[in-house]
């Protein structure tokens, strides 16, 4: 709908498998964000990507690792995840950071990742 | 720290009335911007409105409007002629810079036909 896609839209994995998440953007933009969206918790925003340079890493744990290989993907790899980390995982991007003044930083949702750790 | 607030974590409203969410935020900033986002159920989170903290007028995008009190710190959304797809849940967002992007709670807004 909005021209970005997340898949897979359901993942049930064990504390000790390693997954990947994986976003596509089709809208030309250059930066990219990870949210993680808990029950009944504000959407936290995990990590940053401009022109494929990560630029925010939001005090994240380092069982969750992003890659961001060129400006329309970007991938969230997991592993030995804790059930905590059973969340909603949404994908955004937006044209540019939104730094100067006029641009546009408007942020555009996937359908997200629904993750259940076991 | 930057917080945003929604106090209501649950409205609802008949179809073809008006509705207004809440929303308060914290901030230490002159220039900033705020949203609104909808996320129906199981269905991508969409921009809904946006307004810059420079701006005095208030943004309005069709049916919905904003008000925005910048000195009180109140960012509400209204949401006129209510329709059946408005059922949603609402999030008000705050963003200071690239990285200090904040979300309120979400407020779910149910249309009563």
């Known amino acids: 709908e909005t021209g970005v896609t997340q898949t897979p839209r359901h993942l049930v994995m064990g504390m000790t498998n390693k997954k990947s998440l994986k976003c596509e953007q089709h809208l030309g933009h250059n930066a990219m964000y990870w949210y993680k969206q808990s029950a009944k918790k504000p959407l936290e925003l995990m990590f940053v990507y401009s022109l494929e340079e990560r630029v925010e890493n939001n005090s994240v744990p380092s069982r969750f690792s992003p890659e961001c290989p060129n400006s329309s993907h970007l991938f969230l790899h997991l592993h030995t995840l804790q059930p905590e980390d059973s969340a909603l995982y949404l994908c955004?991007?937006?044209?540019?950071?939104?730094?100067?003044?006029?641009?546009?930083?408007?942020?555009?949702f996937g359908p997200g990742t629904r993750l259940t750790v076991l | 720290a930057q917080t945003v607030t929604q106090s209501q974590p649950e409205m609802s409203v008949q179809e073809a009335e008006t509705v207004t969410l809440s929303c308060t935020y914290d901030t230490s900033e002159s220039d900033y911007y705020l949203f609104w986002y909808k996320q129906p159920p199981s269905r991508q989170m969409i921009l809904v409105i946006r307004?810059?903290?420079?701006?005095?007028q208030n943004a309005t995008e069709n049916r919905f409007s904003v008000n925005f009190q910048k000195a009180a710190k109140s960012f509400s959304l209204k949401i006129s002629d209510s329709q059946l797809g408005d059922a949603a849940m609402y999030f008000c967002a705050y963003r200071y810079n690239f990285n200090k992007f904040y979300f309120g709670s979400g407020t779910k807004l149910n249309v009563k036909p």
């Open positions: 955004a991007s937006s044209q540019d950071l939104g730094l100067a003044e006029f641009s546009t930083d408007t942020q555009y």
């Open positions: 307004q810059e903290a420079y701006k005095q």
